[in-house]
């Protein structure tokens, strides 16, 4: 493979990507997921941030809804102390106002039923589609339009490589959805790019499940052609790269390291691929057993924290197939593989956002060989900005 030089200074490079580097608060006008089904209970409301979007999130009748989570009177967020008073509507907690949940006006104020303000305001309400679990609302300008379809901002279900056993889709019928999402310090795109990087293996090698299953698991990845990593850009459709690990003409796995004595570890091969898709969604599939998906949504909050979305999809129709998913889920995938394999990744970006914070580091980092499926997401990433988060906050200088 040829050397490709983003070593040093990469200003031609990130010129290549420069709408990717901007986007320190995240794309705008994408589909995020926002809550678990489970976690909005019918006549509740919970407030979540996306891309400095306060959110707020009302169940009612069964349906859920977002609104802004900023009361028009006095600023204070409805969450901070949901009051759910009437079907398809949300009151704010300290005067009153009370808003219709399908167009956010302002219909009656408690302790003021006449005020002359009632039906001439109202706070914004945000897109949302539920599936199989997930809550998404579509967030971005407030005058963007009809959006495209939430899958356009999924991993796409298909490759186009026919002897690929298909994993399930997010979208898909007959599945069973578990997950979790927690909130962490470090810019999204870090955590992006260390879910698809081919590099970061050695974070995982005295990982719990890799040792007990004796599974084998590389030093690293070398990509043997400058196109190893697949772009796919889907018309009308979703957008991101695939690390083709099924390919053995395109990838070369790092055995041993005799310079440093390392040698990789496990006998047992597991087949398993990553890819990354605009906005920011990590797709492992059969992982972290086969005919499981593991889905990572890196959902920006601020340029500094994301939340951090893990769920594991399989196909499950009858009631002991789901029974046997939730004791897999329970007893081994999320303390070993959430908690357990991806608390090392946590820690890496963790780790990473000091020098991109404090010392510019989109500006001051030494990219090398091994990073060149990052440099193939940076780029899909630029070519397909629908728009920018910005800061809400007022300037303080
Ligand atoms: Fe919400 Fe006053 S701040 S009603």
């Keep these: 493979m040829t050397a490709i030089s983003h070593s040093g200074s990469s200003a031609g490079v990130t010129r290549q990507y420069a709408p990717y580097v901007q986007a320190d608060w995240g794309f705008a006008n994408h589909w995020y997921p926002a809550l678990l089904s489970h976690e909005l209970e019918d006549g509740s409301a919970k407030g979540v941030t996306i891309g400095g979007h306060d959110i707020a999130l009302r169940r009612s009748a069964g349906k859920a809804y977002a609104v802004s989570d900023r009361c028009i009177h006095r600023g204070v967020k409805l969450s901070a102390k949901p009051m759910c008073l009437s079907e398809g509507t949300i009151t704010c907690w300290y005067h009153g106002f009370t808003y219709g949940l399908e167009d956010g006006s302002l219909t009656t104020i408690v302790g003021n039923p006449d005020d002359s303000l009632i039906g001439k305001a109202g706070i914004r309400t945000y897109p949302v589609e539920e599936a199989n679990g997930i809550i998404y609302v579509f967030v971005g300008e407030e005058d ?6 939430l899958a356009n901002d999924l991993p796409a279900p298909v490759t186009n490589d026919p002897n690929d056993s298909p994993v399930p889709h997010l979208l898909d019928e007959g599945i069973v959805i578990r997950g979790i999402h927690r909130k962490l310090v470090g810019n999204w795109r870090l955590a992006a790019e260390n879910g698809l990087d081919p590099g970061h293996l050695l ?64 006998t047992v091969p597991h087949y398993f691929r990553t890819s990354l898709w605009v906005p920011g969604v990590l797709m492992v599939e059969h992982w972290p057993i086969t005919d499981h998906v593991q889905y990572e949504f890196y959902v920006p909050i601020d340029d500094h924290h994301h939340e951090y979305w893990e769920v594991i999809a399989t196909r499950a129709r009858t009631d002991e197939e789901i029974a046997e998913f939730n004791f897999k889920y329970d007893n081994f995938m999320l303390p070993l593989a959430l908690e357990g394999f991806n608390n090392s990744d946590v820690f890496a970006r963790e780790a990473t956002e000091e020098h991109y914070t404090r010392f510019d580091g989109w500006n001051n980092e030494m990219l090398c060989d091994m990073d060149y499926s990052i440099i193939a997401w940076r780029k899909m990433a630029a070519r397909h900005p629908r728009g920018f988060f910005e800061s809400p906050y007022l300037d303080e200088d």
């Design 144 to 149: 963007f339009g009809t959006p495209p379809p």
């Design 203 to 266: 974070v995982h090698w005295d990982n719990q499940i890799l040792v007990a299953l004796d599974r084998a698991l590389p030093l690293g990845v070398n990509a043997l052609t400058d196109s190893a990593t697949e772009e796919i850009d889907i018309e009308n459709g979703p957008k991101g790269v695939m690390n083709r690990y099924d390919r053995p003409d395109l990838y070369q796995p790092v055995l041993d390291n005799p310079k440093v004595n390392m040698k990789a570890r496990g």
